[in-house]
C-alpha cells in the first residue's frame, strides 16, 4: 500500500504539472494584449509597456515560463493582476465556499440516489421503477443554470424561504445553512439523477448473482439480501461514480456560483477569465486539477477498504 501511495502521489504530481503547463502556455496563446484588458481606458503605449516591464510579460515566454516554475516550486502563486492581492490569500478565502458546497451536494445525491435506486431495482419494471428513471433522466438533462433559476424564482422571490445570493457567514446555524440549501439541493438533485441510475442497474445485476440465490435459500430476509450482500458488493462502481461526480460537481459549482452569487472558487475564476488574469487562472486551475487528483486516490483507495480482495500492486 506504501508504495502504491507514492506511486500515485508521483503520477498525480506530474499530472498537475503537466496541466498547469498546458495552461500557461495556452493562456498565452489567446490573441489579444492582455495589458490592454486590466487598463481599460487607461491603456497608452508608455503605460502598457511600463505595466509589461512590471509584471515581466515582456520577456520571452520561456523565460516567463522558467519563473512560473521556479516560483511554483517554492509555493509562491504570484499575486492576483486585477485585484492586487496574493493568489494564495484569494484561493484560501474563496475556496473553502465552493468545497463546502461540493461536498454538501454530494452527500444529498447520496441521500436521495441509494434508497432510491435500490428501490426502482427492487420493484423493476412497475410503475415505481418507471416513475424513478423518468425523473432521474428529467435531472440529468436539466442545465445547472436553468435549475438555479427555477429554485430561485420559487423558493427566494416567491416564497422568500431563502437568500437569493451571497454565501454563508456569521450568525446562527439557521442563517448559515440557509445560504447552503439552495445552490446545494441544486447541484445534489442533478448528481442524484446520474446515481440512481447507476445504483439500479448495478443492483438488478447483482440481484441476479448466485450468491444471492444461495442466500435466499438460506432463509435470510429480503432486507438484509439487499443492504448487507447486495448493496456492498455494488459499490464499487457506485463509488467510482460519487468519485466522478465529486470532479464534476467542481465544474457545475462554476455555474451555480454565478447564478447565487456565492464568493467561491467558481466566480473568482470567471471574474478572472474576464480580466484575463493569468496568476489568478492559474492558480484557480491548480486547485482544480489537485482537487481532482487527490479525490481519484481516495477513491481507488477506498476500493480496498470495500472489498479487501482487490491488492494494489
Not at 465544474?251 to 471574474?271: D, I
Amino acid at each position: 500500500m506504501l508504495f502504491y501511495l507514492i506511486r500515485r502521489a508521483v503520477i498525480g504530481i506530474v499530472t498537475v504539472f503537466i496541466i498547469v503547463t498546458i495552461v500557461f502556455f495556452l493562456l498565452r496563446l489567446i490573441p489579444g494584449d492582455p495589458v490592454e484588458v486590466w487598463l481599460g481606458d487607461y491603456a497608452t503605449p508608455e503605460l502598457i509597456q511600463l505595466t509589461k516591464a512590471k509584471w515581466g510579460l515582456d520577456r520571452p515566454i520561456w523565460v516567463q515560463y522558467a519563473m512560473y516554475v521556479k516560483n511554483l516550486l517554492r509555493g509562491e502563486l504570484g499575486d492576483s493582476l486585477r485585484m492586487r492581492f496574493s493568489v494564495a490569500s484569494l484561493l484560501v478565502r474563496h475556496y473553502p465556499f465552493t468545497l463546502r458546497l461540493v461536498f454538501l451536494g454530494t452527500f444529498i445525491s447520496i441521500l436521495i440516489a441509494i434508497p432510491v435506486g435500490i428501490v426502482a431495482a427492487v420493484r423493476q419494471n412497475t410503475w415505481i421503477d418507471m416513475f424513478v428513471m423518468m425523473f432521474s433522466f428529467l435531472f440529468i438533462s436539466m442545465p445547472a443554470f436553468w435549475l438555479g433559476l427555477i429554485v430561485l424564482f420559487i423558493f427566494s422571490f416567491r416564497l422568500g424561504w431563502f437568500p437569493a445570493i451571497g454565501g454563508e457567514g456569521s450568525g446562527s446555524y439557521l442563517t448559515y445553512f440557509s445560504y447552503l440549501a439552495l445552490p446545494s439541493a441544486c447541484l445534489g438533485i442533478r448528481e442524484a439523477g446520474l446515481l440512481s441510475r447507476m445504483v439500479r442497474s448495478t443492483m438488478i445485476d447483482t440481484l441476479s448473482k448466485e450468491f444471492i440465490t444461495v442466500a435466499r435459500s438460506k432463509g435470510l430476509s429480503e432486507k438484509v439480501i439487499r443492504y448487507k450482500h447486495a448493496l456492498r458488493n455494488s459499490l464499487s462502481p457506485i463509488i467510482s461514480l460519487i468519485g466522478v461526480n465529486l470532479v464534476l460537481s467542481l465544474a457545475g459549482a462554476v455555474v451555480l456560483e454565478v447564478v447565487f452569487s456565492r464568493p467561491g472558487l467558481g466566480r473568482l475564476y470567471v471574474s478572472a477569465v474576464a480580466a484575463r488574469d493569468y496568476p489568478l487562472i492559474q492558480g484557480c486551475i491548480l486547485m482544480t486539477a489537485t482537487a481532482v487528483v487527490f479525490v481519484n486516490l481516495l477513491v481507488d483507495i477506498s476500493y480496498g477498504i470495500i472489498d479487501p480482495r482487490i491488492r494494489y500492486d
